[in-house]
């Protein structure tokens, strides 16, 4: 397995080198400059004019972020800094000066926890739905179940993010707004479960919002993946031997049932912290996601090429991972 494991990361590097490149060039190529932005143009007073002052900071800048060259050969010069310095650059407009890595790892704390409690709600219900569905399969409520989870997959988060807003937090009064925890959390007085309570309540609109459209593909796969299983020789000689209808379908036929989910996980995580833009958007989360929508905006070339680098890193390491689970979950499968 370690030479499996090996090989596989050394693929990653020129894998993570195409994407990373191909993400460069188009950035360059779109229209716009992010060096003409008067947010920081304006901010370094001097003894010149303010045409000849935005020239000149306009041109250093340029010069500093490789922007003065060809888009490939500026490329080249970032991953020069990246590979042999351990230098990501500094944001261009973005908190002027500060290093994207800094900036990213103070958003990253509240992005993770957001999308593993995500992710745990999300294979709680989807895998129960799933094997729920293979047992009573073809019945009314299995159908109306499924009906229901396609509904949900076919709503826009753009859309039901404003309304769960509308209903829970404007019109009820239930849940906060925006935000993802209170200001006066350890208020003098208050008990550690209420300030649970009260922090958790901030978390219940952004992980629906993540985990809803989820539940439909999940479910599906689990159900195909328990109906062609129920189907095999093994369950049913299982079944012959007298054992307990529960204990041949979670020992014997649940496990391998869960092949199609393991391969789902490789993209799950990335996929999350890629969707987690929108919901960082709507409930003004102060996470990653946001910090990279503010930086696509303003064309911040270094804070897009390290979101989009720590992206494809988790896209690569989640494909790995998934793979190894395979062992895992069916012993037939070896690496050697």
């Not at 970032?78 to 351990?86: A, E, K, S």
Request: glycine share 8%.
């Amino acid at each position: 397995m370690r030479t499996y494991i090996l090989k596989r990361l050394l693929l990653m590097i020129p894998t993570l080198v195409a994407i990373t490149l191909i993400t460069y060039v188009i950035m360059r190529l779109a229209p716009g400059d992010p060096t003409r932005s008067s947010l920081f143009v304006g901010a370094d007073a001097g003894t010149l004019s303010a045409e000849k002052r935005e020239t000149e900071v306009a041109r250093l800048l340029r010069e500093k972020y490789y922007l003065d060259v060809n888009p490939v050969g500026g490329y080249f010069l970032w991953l020069r800094d990246v590979v042999w310095y351990g230098d990501f650059g500094t944001s261009i407009t973005y908190a002027r000066g500060r290093p994207v890595v800094g900036l990213f790892l103070e958003r990253m704390p509240v992005t993770i926890t957001l999308n593993v409690i995500s992710l745990l709600v999300m294979y709680l219900v989807a895998v129960p739905l799933g094997v729920w569905s293979a047992v009573k399969r073809n019945q009314i409520r299995e159908r109306a179940a499924t009906v229901i989870v396609f509904m949900l997959w076919s709503l826009p988060v753009i859309w039901v993010g404003p309304m769960l807003q509308t209903l829970f937090a404007r019109a009820l009064g239930w849940l906060p707004v925006v935000g993802i925890e209170p200001e006066s959390t350890y208020a003098l007085g208050r008990s550690t479960w209420t300030v649970m309570a009260k922090t958790a309540s901030y978390y219940v609109m952004p992980v629906l919002c993540l985990t809803y459209a989820s539940f439909a593909g999940l479910s599906r796969y689990m159900r195909t993946g328990m109906l062609e299983v129920l189907r095999l020789d093994y369950v049913r000689t299982a079944r012959a031997k007298g054992l307990a209808g529960r204990v041949v379908l979670f020992k014997h036929a649940m496990r391998n049932a869960l092949i199609p989910i393991v391969t789902m996980m490789a993209g799950l995580l990335p996929g999350m912290i890629a969707g987690s833009v929108i919901v960082e958007y709507i409930f003004s989360i102060p996470g990653m996601g946001q910090l990279a929508l503010s930086a696509l905006y303003s064309r911040d070339y270094p804070m897009l090429m390290f979101s989009i680098s720590l992206g494809t890193v988790l896209m690569l390491v989640g494909i790995l991972i998934s793979d190894l689970m395979y062992a895992l979950v069916d012993p037939r499968i070896t690496y050697d």
